[in-house]
């Protein structure tokens, strides 16, 4: 057994998620398309295999810790990068419907050969920026659930994701352990765009202990129609 199947089946138990081994092998195959890949292209700094397990798959499943994905359920992964956490959710929930989101074109090409390789269905990648997303009548307020990790202040997150969010659906952001700040920084953006806090879960990852922090927001209105904001504004100029 590889130390990357050894620790997703820890880790994974620890967070009570069942896989079964063509879960587990889309794993392996996902892993390896990206250490591959990193040697030309930087995906990632993360490369030891444990370290790459905890910090990137099961970080993106322990999504599940704070929102329940259920059949049919529409997903869309704002600045998903090489794949997270639109694509581990994916493998662990099957019958989830995903979007990803990435502006640089050469990772579009790498997730579009990954979810090929992978034999990933109902998922499509999407070559654009978070603002184009918002803004595009084809994505705007037709998600049950918007995520993102590691790519803005709160604020900022609010304002490329909530507009994406169907009313009564929901935005999670992925945060570290500093996350009081950041709350109080975006409790405007996250209002105006229709938004409100319904919960924040905090955890620490399975083998690590790893500070994460969830942050949960409903979406309770539409978002106006002026946002988002044309590209580079909102992080420029946050609410």
């Known amino acids: 057994m590889s130390v990357l199947v050894e620790i997703l089946k820890k880790g994974f138990f620890e967070l009570n998620i069942d896989l079964v081994d063509s879960q587990l092998e889309k794993f392996q195959i996902f892993h390896r398309l990206i250490i591959e890949t990193n040697k030309c292209m930087n995906l990632t700094s993360i490369v030891e295999e444990k370290e790459f397990a905890v910090k990137h798959f099961i970080d993106s499943v322990s999504c599940l810790k704070a929102t329940s994905i259920n059949i049919g359920m529409k997903l869309l992964d704002v600045g998903t990068g090489a794949g997270f956490p639109g694509i581990p959710l994916k493998v662990c929930c099957p019958d989830l419907k995903v979007t990803l989101v990435e502006s640089k074109e050469k990772i579009v090409i790498f997730l579009n050969n990954a979810i090929k390789e ?3 269905y109902d998922i499509e990648i999407v070559h654009a920026r978070a603002e184009d997303i918002g803004k595009d009548q084809r994505y705007r307020e037709g998600y049950d659930l918007v995520t993102a990790r590691a790519v803005a202040g709160l604020g900022v997150l609010a304002e490329y ?11 999670l952001a992925m945060k570290g352990p500093r996350l009081a700040e950041e709350i109080s920084a975006a409790k405007r953006s996250i209002m105006v765009m229709g938004g409100e806090i ?3 879960v905090s955890l620490k ?5 790893d500070e994460r922090n969830l942050v949960l927001i409903e979406k309770i209105k539409p978002t106006p129609q002026k946002y988002p904001r044309r590209p580079g504004i909102p992080l420029k100029k946050p609410i």
């Open 161 to 171: 994701c909530l507009p994406s969010v169907k009313t009564g659906g929901f935005f």
């Open 198 to 200: 319904n919960k924040v």
């Open 118 to 120: 992978m034999g990933l």
């Open 205 to 209: 990852l399975p083998i690590t202990g």
